[in-house]
């Protein structure tokens, strides 16, 4: 099979690969669409630390089941699937307790980082285990369906924080999870949802995809701009979809006494934090990590229209352009978001 293999740090060669041999609980999917995910441009360089070469990057993925395992229940070839990015192992502590996105024993697609290689699928073929497949609606293109996973980031993201009808709510940093986390948190009933990012272009996609007001930092103060516009108060919850010292300090001291601030970036291993606010405003922090048990809701709500995908899609390409893609998106060029590979 071709495969899309990061043979050194910043360099990808399409390359022939064999196709996995699937264990008895697993079915080999022939993928469909792939999206190019941020932890795989942050990966491509060995910033990151779990792309380490060679692998085949590629977690946001769909398909269709060619071969299934002796002991699969519940799937055939021909179906149409998606499937978690991170793969548990159903016997640790955490897993037991329903709580897969913690399991002790995790992988994750795409990724090597020392104590695992795990191929994605950047590649014609990927052998995941059944537990973690889904199967998709006819309503849902391949291509939509590939945007399963960071949908999931967002609405287990909104799922884990205490939300009120009516509340007000704080996204900084509108990038993809950003975007996505507006239009989860506004199925939740916020009445306002206030976008905060420094990309003026980001911004108005954020209007289009839920947000009712937003503001850029290197403009004007992120802080006072929503404590004016929620009389003083600040905003019930606030989500940092970046990962970095200012955009959570901008969570922290915008959220009002006893508010919650929901972190889901995470591109730094350290931040700088402003203790005593947290700490004398009783601010509750909490990260939040990957997706648990969301995807049936995730399907549902993208087959139904009620998160709508479409706006964030830049472009789709074959396998081969991969290389020249990952280039474009590594230099950061203006205006471009989800590219979907299709293998």
Not at 51 to 76: D, K, L, N, W
Request: aromatic share 4%; net charge negative; with cysteine.
């Amino acid at each position: 099979m071709k495969a899309l293999l990061l043979t050194e740090y910043k360099k990808l060669e399409l390359t022939d690969m064999p196709i996995p041999e699937i264990g008895p609980e697993e079915v080999l999917v022939r993928v469909r669409a792939c999206g190019i995910c941020g932890s795989d441009v942050h990966g491509f360089d060995g910033s990151t630390g779990r792309r380490i070469p060679p692998v085949v990057m590629g977690h946001e993925a769909s398909g269709i089941i060619t071969q299934a395992g002796s002991a699969v229940q519940g799937f055939a070839e021909g179906d149409r699937v998606a499937f978690d990015s991170m793969i548990s192992c159903g016997k640790c502590r955490f897993c037991r307790k329903g709580q897969s996105n913690l399991c002790d024993n995790r992988q994750v697609l795409g990724v090597s980082c020392g104590e695992y290689r795990r191929h994605g699928a950047f590649a014609e073929y990927v052998a995941v285990p059944q537990h973690i497949v889904y199967k998709l609606p006819d309503t849902l293109s391949f291509e939509h369906a590939a945007m399963i996973e960071p949908v999931s980031v967002a609405v287990h993201a909104v799922n884990i924080t205490p939300v009120v009808l009516g509340d007000t709510a704080l996204v900084v940093g509108t990038g993809m999870i950003g975007l996505l986390t507006i239009q989860a948190v506004r199925l939740k009933g916020c009445a306002k949802i206030i976008a905060v990012d420094l990309e003026d272009h980001k911004l108005a996609v954020a209007l289009e995809n839920g947000a009712d007001l937003v503001v850029n930092p290197t403009k004007t103060d992120p802080v006072q701009f929503v404590l004016d516009n929620t009389g003083g108060r600040g905003a019930d919850i606030a989500f940092e979809a970046v990962g970095a010292t200012e955009p959570i300090r901008t969570c922290i001291m915008a959220v009002r006494k006893g508010g919650t601030v929901t972190l889901i970036g995470n591109i730094r291993p350290s931040i700088d934090l402003p203790l005593q606010p947290v700490v004398t405003r009783e601010i509750r922090l909490q990260g939040s990590c990957a997706s648990n048990a969301d995807y049936p809701e995730c399907i549902a709500l993208m087959g139904a229209g009620r998160i709508n995908v479409a706006p964030m899609m830049t472009a789709k390409a074959p396998l081969a352009d991969g290389p020249m893609w990952f280039d474009r998106l590594y230099a950061h060029e203006p205006n471009l978001m989800k590219i979907v590979l299709e293998p």
